[in-house]
């Protein structure tokens, strides 16, 4: 038998759909602005520019890149979580992205709910826009 040895350099730029897990781990959802996520960064209160399961984004307020800092989340059902996030990247818009760290069993499972019922919200707006 022979075969073609696979070969970890390959060109994936002409492919139609890329890896999504190769930039991020886990799906992102916006929260609306009726209903923001409220977050107070050490001591700087702010809301959340987007949400996944294992992390946040919101607008730098003089956050330093690498750094760990004490975080407030509150979820628009008024379900209030104290953790830690840190700075992984600053983009280009002056935007954290951060992971969040310390989260527990039932507070992961309140953001994995929040970040499924916001998906079937964008969802019904959709649609709603098509009708």
Known sequence: MFWKKKTKDKDTSNKLF??????????????????????????????ASDISASGVSFPNQDFKLGEKYSMELTLPNDEIMKLETEILKIDEKNICRCKIMGLDPDQEDAIHYYILARQKEELAEKQQKYR
Not at 36 to 46: A, R
């Open 18 to 47: 890329k890896n999504p897990t190769a930039t991020r781990g886990a799906f992102r959802v916006y929260p609306s602005k009726e209903k923001p996520i409220e977050l107070i960064i050490g001591s700087t209160p702010l809301n």
